[in-house]
């Protein structure tokens, strides 16, 4: 009876098992072959680990950012004017202060370099909007990159890697590679006209990448930002010792907050908005949403910056993401480079 019984209990249930798992084994085989064919995973995908493999260098620093590894953590408000919230409804641009934790360093995975020899300085910030939300932005020096895609990011990387020789880059290599990519002319020249000031306080910072404002009525407009500091700038520092510019910031904090203007740029008609190493003419519409006041700073080491990423895809409601893949490759670099540091620390070191 029970086997002619369409409602009868296991048999018929070990019939259809064998189907179902062939038809999940199948799904499983397509899904695979899509994500190998669109490039998604696969033997020649670029992996963060790739990256920053390649970021930290032979002998990695233990416990320390893969890049940007020398900084100090700094502490402040944002004054906002309110001057942006016709085009975000991010919290932040509602008028009014919010704090911030932000870390200023140089570019490198060492962490103990010597301030002044470092071509880069950055400047990150991290704020906490209610509801939980938050927004992180880490901006450098310069405005653009020299290459737009994250495997070119890689391939400069291993043009930029030590001569085993002589444990310095080969200058050669690095200009032949800025050579054979056209796009990095933008780049170069800001490098070579570019004169370091006397102050981390004194330097313009760039988000080089570029997001997308929206509006209460759901309006996007393609933009980037940049931290220009109000002080003026002095000449360069010309103190011998390795920190040079933590020192000289933490005596200019003594007579008052340090303070920049946070300008945004818009994109005008026909700009790029997917390209890290595009420039926008100069006569774009500007904002200047508030100012940003630091007025105090800590080492990196136990500080409040110490265990952050500053990852620029974490970001509040009301700017979203541009679509240039520089952009999202940072992410999960930024994640895997965390994830290293976090286990060495945990294994203790730094
Ligand atoms: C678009 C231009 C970029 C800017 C403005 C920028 C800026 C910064 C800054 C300021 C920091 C230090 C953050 C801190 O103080 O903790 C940083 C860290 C870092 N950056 Fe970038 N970066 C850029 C591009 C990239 C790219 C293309 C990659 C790799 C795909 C990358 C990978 C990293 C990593 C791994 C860290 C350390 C993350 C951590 O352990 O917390 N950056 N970057």
């Not at 994500?35 to 670029?46: E, K, N, T, W, Y």
């Not at 975000?88 to 140089?106: C, D, H, L």
Request: with cysteine; charged share 20%; hydrophobic share 40%.
């Amino acid at each position: 009876m029970q086997d002619t019984d369409p409602h009868a209990g296991a048999r018929p249930a070990r019939k259809t098992f064998p189907a179902y798992a062939f038809i999940a084994i199948l799904a499983g085989a397509l899904l695979v072959a899509f994500l190998v064919a669109s490039g998604r995973i696969g033997p020649g995908r670029l992996k963060p680990a790739d990256i920053i493999d390649l970021m930290q260098g032979p002998e990695p620093h233990e416990g320390f950012r893969r890049a940007h590894a020398k900084g100090f953590c700094v502490s402040g408000q944002f004054r906002s004017t309110g001057a942006l919230q016709p085009y975000s409804s991010a919290a932040i641009f509602k008028p009014g202060a919010t704090a911030f934790i932000g870390r200023y360093s140089t570019g490198g995975n060492n962490p103990t370099a010597p301030d002044l020899q470092s071509p880069v300085r950055s400047l990150a910030l991290a704020f906490s909007l209610p509801g939980g939300q938050q927004w992180r932005t880490a901006m450098n020096t310069p405005p653009v990159l020299p290459v737009r895609t994250p495997e070119a990011f890689h391939a400069q990387l291993a043009a930029m890697q030590p001569d085993p020789a002589t444990g310095k880059p080969d200058m050669a290599r690095i200009m032949a590679f800025m050579k054979s990519h056209p796009e990095s002319a933008n780049f170069l020249a800001w490098q070579a006209g570019y004169k370091p000031t006397g102050s981390l306080a004194t330097e313009r910072y760039h988000s080089i990448n570029i997001f997308h404002l929206v509006n209460d009525s759901g309006r996007e407009r393609a933009v980037r930002w940049a931290a220009a500091p109000q002080a003026p700038a002095g000449p360069p520092l010309q103190d011998p010792h390795p920190d040079a510019l933590q020192r000289e910031f933490a005596t200019r904090l003594d007579s008052g907050p340090v303070v920049y203007d946070l300008v945004f740029t818009f994109a005008g008609s026909g700009d790029p908005v997917d390209d890290v190493t595009a420039l926008w003419p100069a006569d774009r519409q500007t904002v200047v949403a508030g100012t940003i006041e630091i007025g105090g700073w800590e080492p990196q080491a136990g500080g409040a910056c110490g265990g952050l990423n500053f990852d620029p895809v974490v970001l509040p409601d009301g700017i979203k993401p541009g679509h240039d893949p520089i952009l999202h490759a940072r992410g999960a670099a930024y994640a895997e480079s965390q994830r290293r540091r976090a286990r060495e620390q945990l294994a203790g070191a730094e």
